[in-house]
């Protein structure tokens, strides 16, 4: 019998997956993850409970438990928080739901890869439009592609990733006015560093308005490896994915570590306060370089375009400080050939010793 191999769907075949190359390095600043493990005393209590648990039984498939402790922990109530593995899946999931064969998603480029990548897994039409050059988005450009398009899906990722421009309140009130006026589509705000930020649209969440504001628990509660994101939105809203979503998604131990991981809010936030703080002395002292321009940041990480020789192209220039700094031990995020990026590198804050040596690092391969 000759070998058979069935045809993934037409609209996938030139898909290519998302991914993030790891090199072993001693300094690893490319995936904006916390530089500092959750605390001890959190993992013993997480792995207590885990013991006590009958594990021949399925989850709360509604997680009530968590959602209640998350809402408390964010002043919403449970009806609006869903829950899921990482917000990557809280992300298909609002795909799956509201958009799909014959609707579309409006997004901002440069931004987060999965935005469009999801989109096309789950056969959403994508509408991809230019930031400004400083990576900003004018809140009347928002509000004329929101008319001129009608989109079922908006994304803005705020602080955007790459960038980590965090948007204005004038550009968020611009595209929920739009998406009004147009009685059609959703505003997704992805605040997967939000906590790093100045500002949030969580407090905009209500029931009227067709809002998500999506989070994580990766960055800032250190729980990269457990895959915990969630959404707070509508009530109507978080009905409608838990009516998409598969039964029993979210395991034991995710649910029972989001809960327990809220009894640290404290130390996570001096942690936060930490980070902000090494974000801003890693952009003082990178400032001292001719040439670097260096973007402003609202999240755990900084994007840099390093400057090229005369007669370099940036995107040459860009590989080169890369690859250099991976010579020396370091490796951050290339970015340099994206067409919206071209030349930039991202930058992860790291402990005070790890950008020590990332700055060391860049000090010698500028000046090489």
Same mark, same amino acid.
Not at 33 to 48: I, Q, T, Y
Not at 220 to 240: I, K, T
């Given at each position: ?104 998603? %409006? ?46 899906? @908006? ?10 421009? @965090? ?94 991981? *809220? ?39 900084? *994007? ?21 700094? %991976? ?26 010793? +790890? ?8 000090? +010698?391969?500028?000046?090489?």
């Amino acid at each position: 019998m000759s070998a058979h191999r069935p045809a993934v769907r037409d609209d996938l075949q030139a898909l290519e997956g998302y991914h993030s190359p790891q090199v072993s390095v001693a300094v690893r600043l490319n995936t904006n993850e916390s530089p500092f493990g959750p605390p001890p005393e959190f993992v013993d209590a997480w792995v207590e409970e885990l013991r006590a648990f009958p594990l021949h039984r399925y989850p709360d498939r509604a997680a009530r438990a968590l959602r209640e402790e998350l809402g408390h922990h964010l002043g919403q109530p449970p009806g609006r928080i869903f829950c899921a593995n990482g917000s990557n899946e809280v992300l298909q999931t609002l795909l799956l739901t509201y958009g799909g064969p014959g609707r579309t998603a %409006l997004m901002f480029e440069p931004t987060y890869a999965l935005h469009a990548h999801i989109s096309r897994v789950t056969g959403t039409g994508v509408v991809a439009v230019d930031r400004r050059p400083d990576f900003s988005v004018e809140p009347a450009a928002v509000a004329r592609h929101i008319a001129e398009h009608r989109p079922d899906v @908006v994304f803005l990722c705020s602080p955007n990733n790459p960038t980590g421009i @965090v948007e204005s309140d004038e550009t968020i009130g611009a595209a929920l006015e739009a998406i009004g006026a147009n009685a059609r589509g959703l505003l997704v705000v992805d605040e997967a560093y939000g906590e790093f930020a100045p500002r949030s649209a969580l407090g905009l969440v209500d029931g009227d308005r067709p809002l998500v504001v999506a989070r994580t628990y990766s960055k800032v509660w250190s729980m990269a490896a457990l895959r915990l994101g969630f959404c707070v939105a509508p009530e109507w809203l978080v009905a409608e994915l838990e009516n998409v979503v598969l039964p029993y998604h979210l395991s034991v131990p995710t649910q029972s570590a989001g809960r327990l991981a *809220l009894a640290y809010r404290d130390e996570m936030k001096r942690r936060v306060e930490s980070l902000v703080g090494e974000r801003e002395r890693l952009v003082e002292r990178m400032a001292v370089h001719p040439g670097l321009q260096i973007f402003p940041s609202g999240a755990n990480f900084v *994007l840099i375009r390093p400057p090229a020789r005369p007669g370099e192209d940036p995107v040459d220039a860009g590989l080169r400080v890369w690859t250099g700094l %991976l010579e020396r031990g370091v490796l951050v995020r290339n970015f340099a050939a994206w067409p919206h990026t071209r030349g930039c590198l991202r930058i992860t804050v790291g402990t005070r010793d +790890e950008d020590d040596v990332f700055l060391a690092a860049l000090e +010698e391969v500028l000046g090489a």
